[in-house]
Every structure is written in structure tokens, then in C-alpha cells.
């Protein structure tokens, strides 16, 4: 019908517009977030965008929910206010009419929703860990920065390098503090000092400098001066990663070792597109315009509502982890609530429900 595909395009307008907005939010907020936790050396700071394209594309089912949502409540709340809903039910059509074309617009989100979480989330969530992880497996000479003291990645022993000089991987300046398993420490500085691979190892060349010794239990100091002296460097570690977090572990191997952690996330999985199932036909079984509020009390009503139902979402992956609610009853009880609000929100609204109090008998 024509009305049909003309609620349809309208919903698409208003879905773009809200997921651009919502995005560009998000992508903001991200980009801070991921800056800040670069600058703590979670991450290579040349990594920051591909680690923010990840981390916005792991967030996308929950604003798919949301941007859909808010534009089955933009639309039909707008129909309402200009009458057009006047004319759609004096034709003899009730608000339960409208879920066909409003499924019809929505199954392909849901579609999209079900992929990203089942599938796109595990993946994207793998992809930040190993940046992740090999920046904290990353070598010696790495981490050394001009300026900075930097530890070793087996934490025994601190580099600082004043300023890097022209020369490719070469500094002035070095300092160097070890502490080894026996108790000795030892503190080198040089003037200068260069990167060499000899053989399959690489050193740290140091130039016109001193080497202070002292060992554990032992008053005396060691004091020596060298022209030349060398120091080998740890190599970047090349190992794979070794710890898999939950929700970077793919669907199947969830459902393959079945236990309350891996239920819990998939209960969130599940849940994303469950709630957004839920949230279109709560969306029209509530829209409607009220002369006397704003346009954005369906705005602000839609909000309220995805910040609880993702909240319980969030407490329920709790609770299902922690074994204090089966998964089932816990879908069941939450996602099954929803449903059941929704139909009879529409149910009334369809059929032109009222309550009616009984009346007193007067004597």
C-alpha cells in the first residue's frame, strides 16, 4: 500500500538522522577514551583510530536498538500530532495495523542487530585485545622514548634516553637501572649510545660512560669507566595471545563450553536483538502526542526506557554470571515482560480500553 511504503521511507529519514547524530556522539566520546587510555600505554598512539573504529563498531547493535526506537516514536508521534492517524483509523483501521509495516521496515535491523552480535562483536572485541597485547609485548627499545624513564618488558631494568640525536636509532644522554634475581643492582650511564645486531641479538651501545655495581647484603661499591660497552635488548615478543576475555570468544565456542560466565554473554548477545525486537512494538503501542507536554517527552521517555531495559540487561549478565538466575528464566522474565507491557499497551490503545471503577451504592 501506498500509506505503508510511506511510512516506511519516513522511517528510514528518520533512522539515518538519528543514527548520524548518535554516532557522531559516540564517535566523539570514543575518540576521548581511547586517547585517554593511550596515553596511559594501553595503546600504541599510532593505533588510537583503528582501535576507536573497533570499539564504535562493537557499540553499533546498541545504537541500532536505540536509533530505532527513537524514529518508530519520531514518526508516529508526528502522524498523530498532524492528524494523519485521524485519517488512517477513520478508514477503518486500528494502531494494530501499523506493526506490518513497521515489522517490514524493522527486519532487516534486527537482521544486522543479530550479526553484529553473534558475530561482528567477538571479532572486533579479538581485534582491540591484540593491540592490546602487542603493544604490552612490545621490545625493549620500543619503549624507550626521549625524555621519559621507561621500564623493560620483564620489568627489571629502566631506560632513559635524554634526546634522540640525527642518527637513526641512536640517542645521547643513556641511563640504565637493572636489578637482577640475585640481588645485584647496577646503574650505567653514557654520553651516547646506538642500536647494533650482532648475530641474532641486538645491543645497546654505550659510549664514554660509568657502570655503578652493588650487590645485596654488601656495603662496597663497584665503580668502573668504560669507552665501549654493551647491553643486550629485549626483542619484541612475537607469542600469541595467550588470555581470551568472554566476549571476544566466538558464539560457537560459547555454546561448545557451556558455564555461567559464557552464558552470561550470551544472554547479552541474545538480549541486544531481543530488545530491540521489543522496542518496536513498544514504541507504537506508547506513540502519541499530548498537547500538553513538549515534542520531546517521547524523546525523553525513549531514553528512560533504553536506559532501563539495557541496565537490567547489564544486571542480568551479572546475576547469570554469578549463577544467582538461570539464563532461561532470566530471558524469559526480562525480554518476556517487555513483550507482554507491549501487546497490552497496544491491545488497549487498539481496542480502546478503559478501566472502570466500580460504582458506590449510595444509601
Known sequence: MLFHSSIRKELARSFGATLVVLVTVVVTMTLIRTLGEASRGNFNPSDVMVVMGYTVL????????????????????????????????????????????????????????????????????????????????????????????????EGDRVYFIEKNSGVVQSGSNVFIATKEKNGKETLTAAQSGRIEVIGTDRFLILESGQRLEKTADQRDLSLSTFRTYGVRVGADDQSARSYVPTNAKGTLALLQAPNNVHWAELSWRLGVTLAAMNFVLIGLAIAGVNPRVGRSANIGFAFLAFVVYFNLLVLGKSWIQAGKVHFVIFMLALHGTALLIGVLLLLKRHRNWTLRWPKRNSA
Open 58 to 153: 562493537s557499540d553499533m547493535p546498541t545504537l541500532l536498538s536505540i536509533c530505532l526506537f527513537i524514529s518508530v516514536l519520531n514518526v508516529l508521534t508526528r502522524m498523530f500530532r498532524d492528524s494523519e492517524m485521524v485519517i488512517w483509523f477513520g478508514s477503518g483501521r486500528g494502531l494494530a495495523s501499523l506493526i506490518k509495516p513497521l515489522f517490514r521496515f524493522a527486519w532487516p535491523i534486527w537482521g544486522i542487530i543479530f550479526t553484529l552480535a553473534f558475530f561482528i562483536l567477538p571479532w572486533a572485541f579479538g581485534r582491540i585485545e591484540d593491540y592490546r597485547d602487542q603493544y604490552e609485548k612490545r621490545g625493549d627499545l620500543a619503549r624507550i622514548e626521549p625524555g621519559k624513564f621507561q621500564e623493560s618488558a
